[in-house]
């Protein structure tokens, strides 16, 4: 029954979606503006190439390309509350998030790594099958199983800092992300119930297996 809800969750969020999956049909993105902005106003915290230099800030590199942009539209809407970005996405057009998004979906991430390996290795095991107590879904389900995602839908977790993930975790259980009044974050209303059943200690052990994940 719970799987059944969460699946029918799941569904309402790809329907959600169309209209963003519409838009990346549009003109080609515009590669050389995007590298310029990244060069003046994004590398300093996600790196030039998108692979950051602080676990502070995400790993944007290899990222889905419609996910980014979508995030950009957040933070410029005021759907995810974070001052800086909102700063940075505040100039920025529908073509320059597209833009950027495209640039950085196509650079190499380096990946990250687990620091503690028996953590991991739990985290292993609720990242593919869950946990059948408390009602919570495998990570692998929306992220697949190599943690690259579902294009526009649930970002890349392979390779992502732990401590950034973790910090995200934490975002959407608390209802900091997620659960923005107007319900225009449709895919980080469904982060949000999933995080809401996961243990600190889950959250700790998901965040470094998904870190070491290529």
Known sequence: MKYGLWLAAILVAIA???????????????????????????????????NSPSPANPNLAGQGAAYITLQL??????????????GMAATLSPEDMRAIGAYFSQQKPKGSAAKDRE?????????????????????SACHAPDGVGIPSRYPRLGGQYAEYSLAQLKAFKTGERGLDKEGKDVNGKVMAQVAAKMS??????????AAGLH
């Open 16 to 50: 959600a979606s169309g209209t963003a999956l519409a838009a990346e049909a549009g003109a080609k993105p515009d590669l050389a503006k995007a590298k310029q902005i990244v060069d003046q106003v994004c590398a300093a915290c996600h790196g030039a190439d998108g």
């Open 73 to 86: 539209q957040h933070f410029k809407d005021g759907v995810r509350s974070n001052p800086v970005m909102a």
């Open 119 to 139: 953590l991991a290795m739990t985290g292993q095991r609720v990242y593919r099958g869950g946990n059948a107590v408390s009602g919570l879904p495998a990570c």
């Open 200 to 209: 600190e200690a889950e959250m700790q052990a998901v965040t470094q297996y």
